[in-house]
């Protein structure tokens, strides 16, 4: 089996019994590291907006990140390359666990030290297409002493924390989990992405 394939099936598995799973390395470490560099360099040049909320307004006290959009058809290479991987991802997922995703959506984020974002579901009200979220940490180097960890709220009211180490995967089913992020000594990166089924009511 390759790697990737191995990669896709255990996601697979994973996913099916407990709805969510890290995957420790699924990208190149050069695209990895073509991810960070790209998006500490917009965050540096301000290309970076602070995030809204549900309720269309930028509020701090819920969420304290800058993102920046992907845009289909006017990619960097590196986000190219994210996009490509994840697109296979999202195809081989939805097949087996018959997830009826038809498209990805993606964006950069960063949060200054002290930034987080509340506890909250990834579905948006009025919306529910996001069914499966990802997200992608480009953290070189990080300690769990640095905070940052994304807190993911399971149905038995445990939870895990997972720290936004470079290179690793973090998915989870979008209407199932609530989560949270918690603030950090140092600037977090990451790629958060959501693989979408066609919206009810939605046209086309
Ligand atoms: O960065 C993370 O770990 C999660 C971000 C998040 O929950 C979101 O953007 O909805
Ligand atoms: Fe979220």
């Given at each position: 089996?390759?790697?990737?394939?191995?990669?896709?099936?255990?996601?697979?598995?994973?996913?099916?019994?407990?709805?969510?799973?890290?995957?420790?390395?699924?990208?190149?470490?050069?695209?990895?590291?073509?991810?960070?560099?790209?998006?500490?360099?917009?965050?540096?040049?301000?290309?970076?907006?602070?995030?809204?909320?549900?309720?269309?307004?930028?509020?701090?006290?819920?969420?304290?990140?800058?993102?920046?959009?992907?845009?289909?058809?006017?990619?960097?290479a590196?986000?190219?390359?994210?996009?490509?991987?994840?697109?296979?991802?999202?195809?081989?997922?939805?097949?087996?666990?018959?997830?009826?995703?038809?498209?990805?959506?993606?964006?950069?984020?960063?949060?200054?030290?002290?930034?987080?974002y509340?506890?909250?579901?990834?579905?948006?009200?009025?919306?529910?297409?996001?069914?499966?979220?990802?997200?992608?940490?480009?953290?070189?180097?990080?300690?769990?002493?640095?905070?940052?960890?994304?807190?993911?709220?399971?149905?038995?009211?445990s939870?895990?924390?997972?720290?936004?180490?470079?290179?690793?995967?973090?998915?989870?089913?979008?209407?199932?989990?609530?989560?949270?992020?918690?603030?950090?000594?140092?600037?977090?990166?990451?790629?958060?992405?959501?693989?979408?089924?066609?919206a009810i009511?939605?046209?086309?």
């Amino acid at each position: 089996m390759t790697t990737r394939s191995h990669e896709f099936t255990s996601a697979t598995r994973a996913l099916a019994v407990d709805g969510w799973c890290v995957l420790p390395h699924p990208l190149p470490l050069e695209q990895t590291r073509a991810l960070a560099g790209e998006c500490a360099a917009m965050h540096d040049a301000r290309q970076l907006l602070p995030a809204r909320t549900g309720a269309d307004r930028a509020d701090s006290s819920l969420r304290g990140d800058s993102t920046y959009w992907f845009h289909s058809g006017a990619m960097s290479a590196p986000q190219q390359a994210f996009a490509d991987h994840m697109d296979e991802l999202r195809v081989t997922l939805s097949r087996r666990l018959m997830l009826g995703l038809v498209d990805c959506e993606s964006h950069y984020a960063v949060y200054r030290p002290g930034a987080g974002y509340a506890r909250h579901l990834d579905c948006l009200r009025d919306d529910d297409a996001r069914v499966l979220s990802a997200v992608f940490y480009l953290n070189d180097a990080w300690q769990e002493a640095d905070g940052g960890a994304l807190r993911l709220y399971l149905a038995d009211g445990s939870y895990r924390d997972v720290y936004p180490h470079a290179g690793s995967l973090l998915l989870f089913l979008s209407a199932q989990f609530e989560h949270e992020v918690l603030p950090a000594t140092r600037d977090r990166m990451s790629v958060a992405c959501w693989m979408r089924q066609r919206a009810i009511g939605a046209n086309g």
